[in-house]
């Protein structure tokens, strides 16, 4: 392995480190509808700390691959692999935090039903329930009592409360409280209720459905996966190596890697389940 091809491949980890970044942290997803206001703050702090990461990672999984195999291709797939590394983990762990907030939705609501029960007011109900959820329900509860107290409007303090939370289920409660609180009447209770028993119905459904796809998900990994496998043991073979290295194979490794994110992203797609959306976005 000479010096300039050495350069090479540390010149495609950095490349590819950068341009795989920008293209993850630009899609829709990362800042689509239903996400929490938080959230978006957060990741967006932390972005440069993710760009430098996955740019490290991206070089030291296409130094690694082409000091291993010699394949100049293999490096670039590598340091792709490698760049996807830090944005896919945030992305659970966004995803899984969010999953958790809108569960606890639920829970606040039988919260407001058993203070409301009790005899007390359906604002301060439910912001007193509201502010033992999660911090990303609790703290925008806090600020919406404070400005109920301050202001007195309670219809423009639960318009910000929906905005901040940004959630398809924060959504409807709110609407649900705000109608409530406008015309009144004996059934708030009752509603509240359906509303709760209308949410978990929802989610069970979507978990169900989630585990029948789940197939969908391992395919796409499996059939992803295997054929680099093979490419990977083949290189290892001195006359494979320096055929992946002529142009033509460095023109068939880079179009097998654009094919197969292109498969990969088809079939997650074909397997996805509709997200809720916001109906009642101010």
């Known amino acids: 392995m000479t010096a300039p091809m050495t350069a090479l491949a540390l010149a495609l980890g950095l490349a590819a480190g950068i341009g795989v970044f920008l293209i993850i942290v630009r899609r829709?997803?990362?800042?689509?509808?239903?996400?929490?206001?938080?959230?978006?703050?957060?990741?967006?702090?932390?972005?440069?700390?993710?760009?430098?990461?996955?740019?490290?990672?991206?070089?030291?999984?296409?130094?690694i691959a082409f000091l291993a195999t010699g394949v100049i291709g293999l490096a670039?797939?590598?340091?792709?692999?490698?760049?996807?590394?830090?944005?896919?983990?945030?992305?659970?762990?966004t995803m899984r935090v969010r999953r958790r907030i809108?569960?606890?939705?639920?829970?606040?609501?039988?919260?407001?039903?058993?203070?409301?029960?009790?005899?007390?007011?359906?604002?301060?109900?439910?912001?007193?329930?509201?502010s033992q959820a999660p911090g990303a329900i609790a703290d925008p509860a806090r600020r919406f009592w404070a400005s109920v107290q301050v202001s007195g409007?309670?219809?423009?303090?639960?318009?910000?409360?929906?905005?901040?939370?940004?959630?398809?289920?924060?959504?409807?409660?709110?609407?649900?409280?705000?109608?409530?609180?406008?015309?009144?009447?004996?059934?708030?209770?009752?509603?509240?209720?359906?509303?709760?028993?209308?949410?978990?119905?929802?989610?069970n459904i979507r978990r169900e459905v989630e585990a029948k796809q789940s197939w969908v998900r391992v395919a796409a990994r499996v059939g992803v996966a295997a054929p680099w496998v093979v490419l990977v043991l083949l290189a290892f073979?001195?006359?494979?190596?320096?055929?992946?290295?002529?142009?033509a194979g460095l023109a068939l490794i880079i179009t097998g890697l654009a094919l197969s994110v292109v498969a990969y992203r088809l079939m997650l797609v074909l397997g996805r389940t509709p997200t809720p959306t916001r109906m009642f976005q101010s």
């Open 76 to 93: 670039l797939a590598a340091a792709c692999l490698g760049a996807l590394v830090l944005p896919w983990r945030r992305r659970r762990s």
């Open 153 to 203: 409007d309670a219809s423009a303090c639960l318009d910000e409360l929906k905005r901040e939370w940004a959630s398809p289920t924060g959504d409807l409660l709110v609407e649900t409280v705000r109608v409530a609180y406008e015309v009144g009447g004996t059934r708030v209770v009752e509603v509240l209720r359906e509303l709760a028993d209308q949410i978990r119905r929802d989610r």
């Open 237 to 247: 073979r001195s006359e494979a190596a320096l055929a992946y290295n002529s142009p």
């Open 102 to 130: 809108e569960q606890a939705y639920p829970d606040v609501i039988e919260s407001v039903i058993s203070r409301v029960r009790s005899g007390g007011r359906l604002l301060e109900s439910l912001a007193v329930a509201a």
């Open 28 to 63: 829709p997803g990362m800042t689509g509808e239903g996400g929490l206001r938080s959230l978006h703050r957060n990741r967006a702090k932390a972005s440069p700390g993710i760009a430098i990461g996955s740019t490290a990672i991206a070089i030291g999984a296409g130094v």
